[in-house]
């Protein structure tokens, strides 16, 4: 695997790639690398012949007193990793490469980024977009591996990429947990033994209210409400716990079909955020059923 930190380089190596009629994808991430990083590059790996993938802790996605500082960095580990993962080309820019002291240009994705994480991290989507969009022209990939944990983000990028045409493909990988649930993370590690075993109650909160919803249940509010109550009693602080249209994240209504429950819960310093996706049948087929029900119940007394 090469490493590069330059724009320059970076192209330099991709021209050789693109001359050989090789396709390319991409993995953008902060570093500090865990199995959902590696499972983005396996996935990656499968869609072209060459993966690059880049380490940048991007100054402007981190708001005034957030982990910007102490994010943590674990270069030589991480690239250890990326090499074991068959990765092609790790790039490692500074924040010089990347923002020019006099820029003066950034990518909004208006109202989506103003929700949920949004409302409590101000202009952190405005960071990811923009410095998204900046790597993408940077490597200029066919396709680009996202993972899902952070659904709001990936929601973010494709309508960006869709509105400002850029020619990508966003693939989303399902997110990678660990054996209590818990979504891997690189912020995970802020957590001490205690705050660890507890932060496996944000999955299990999720999934029982998936469970109330699959099962019949669409009072969103009440579920909301109730799912906010029980991580507050073991002492999350919740940002949001919400049900959302998994198509543009606003609020379900009892006749949506594809929803997306987003949760963000901080425990002690540390900020987690997890999602469950839900696929209700549609109502079409309940209102079939129902109908099959009446029709087969005259039936049924008719045979006796
Ligand atoms: O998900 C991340 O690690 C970051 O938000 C990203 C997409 C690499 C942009 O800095």
Redesign the pocket.
């Known amino acids: 695997m090469q490493t590069v930190t330059t724009v320059a380089e970076l192209r330099a190596a991709i021209k050789i790639w693109r001359q050989q009629g090789e396709r390319i994808a991409f993995v953008?991430?902060?570093g500090n690398l865990h199995a959902g990083h590696l499972r983005l590059v396996t996935v990656a790996k499968q869609h072209a012949e060459r993966v690059v993938v880049?380490i940048?802790v991007?100054p402007s996605?981190f708001g005034v007193g957030e982990d910007f500082a102490s994010y943590p960095r674990t270069e030589a580990q991480d690239q250890a990793q990326l090499h074991s993962v068959g990765a092609d080309l790790l790039f490692l820019p500074g924040v010089a490469d990347i923002y020019a002291a006099d820029a003066k240009t950034t990518v909004n994705v208006h109202g989506l980024s103003e929700l949920y994480c949004g409302a409590f991290r101000p202009g952190h989507f405005s960071g990811?977009a923009t410095?998204?969009c900046k790597l993408f022209n940077c490597v200029q990939a066919d396709v680009a591996v996202?993972?899902q944990k952070?659904f709001q983000?990936l929601a973010v990028i494709k309508t960006m990429v869709r509105d400002l045409h850029i020619p990508i493909d966003i693939i989303g990988v399902a997110t990678v947990r660990e054996a209590s649930g818990l979504a891997m993370s690189s912020r995970n590690g802020y957590l001490s033994a205690a705050e660890t075993a507890l932060a496996a109650h944000l999955y299990q909160t999720l999934s029982s209210t998936r469970e109330a919803i699959l099962a019949g249940n669409r009072a969103y509010p009440a579920l909301e409400q109730q799912a906010t109550h029980s991580l507050q009693t073991l002492g999350f602080k919740v940002d949001y716990f919400t049900v959302c249209r998994s198509v543009d994240l606003a609020a379900a209504q009892v006749d949506d079909i594809d929803l997306v429950i987003l949760t963000a819960a901080r425990l002690g310093k540390t900020r987690l955020i997890d999602n469950l996706e839900i696929t209700l049948p549609p109502p079409a087929q309940s209102l079939s059923n129902a109908t099959k029900e009446a029709t087969d119940a005259p039936q049924a007394h008719l045979k006796s």
Do not use: E, H, I, L
């Open positions: 953008p991430t902060m880049s940048f991007n996605q990811v410095v998204v996202f993972g952070d983000q």
